[in-house]
T-cell receptor, first 118, second 114 residues
């Protein structure tokens, strides 16, 4: 079974600053995907960024980037130039690669509540 | 296009009653997932559909929980004889089968059992 650990229950940062959210995971799988999801007060889970385990290059999406360390089983999220709209719960999630690229369930961490201070 | 929709948005029910929660996935998405989000347990997987069949229902917490999907589209999660510990937000997600594996979530149904 897979486990995902987010050790920072809450974080806050000044607007326009950079913040890094931590995530570690434990798995015996070699082929898998990692995700960061954002959940604002509206409750809607929004995909922020995804990373395939077989890719060495770290994924980036505009102001969001990850630091993926496969050997250390670490997958942190960096938010640059933080904005008020980034205030939300952030969940790290793991998905093993299914047979024939089949779908699999997500295993989530407990989340980090991020507050951007104006 | 339209995203994943869920109904009702909120549901309050008395202990012992049955409830049905509905999920409309994104058109064309073959995979559909149900998750539960509660204060004590965090985000938990419940069941996964590929088309109309459920290859993984390992997360259903008891036989009071069941789900079905018809026409490869709409899914209904049914909780029988609700208990207070069933109070949670029930989230539905859908995805295409293939290499991207990105799950798109609905807004959830908040269930409160009194």
């Amino acid at each position: 079974a897979q486990t995902v650990t987010q050790s920072q229950p809450e974080m806050s940062v000044q607007e326009a600053e950079t913040v890094t959210l931590s995530c570690t995971y434990d798995t015996s799988e070699n082929n898998y995907y990692l995700f960061w999801y954002k959940q604002p007060p509206s409750r809607q889970m929004i995909l922020v960024i995804r990373q395939e385990a077989y890719k060495q290059q770290n994924a980036t999406e505009n102001r969001f980037s990850v630091n993926f360390q496969k050997a250390a089983k670490s997958f942190s999220l960096k938010i640059s130039d933080s904005q008020l709209g980034d205030t939300a719960m952030y969940f790290c999630a793991f998905m093993k690669r299914g047979l024939n690229f089949g779908n699999e369930k997500l295993t989530f961490g407990t989340g980090t509540r991020l507050t951007i201070i104006p | 296009g339209a995203g994943v929709s869920q109904s009702p948005s909120n549901k309050v029910t008395e202990k012992g009653k049955d409830v049905e929660l509905r999920c409309d996935p994104i058109s064309g998405h073959t995979a559909l997932y149900w998750y539960r989000q509660s204060l004590g347990q965090g985000l938990e997987f419940l069941i996964y559909f590929q088309g109309n069949s459920a290859p993984d229902k390992s997360g259903l917490p008891s036989d009071r929980f069941s789900a079905e999907r018809t026409g490869g589209s709409v899914s209904t999660l049914t909780i029988q004889r609700t208990q207070q510990e069933d109070s949670a937000v029930y989230l539905c997600a859908s995805s295409l089968t293939g290499v991207k594996h990105e799950q798109y979530f609905g807004p959830g149904t908040r269930l409160t059992v009194t």
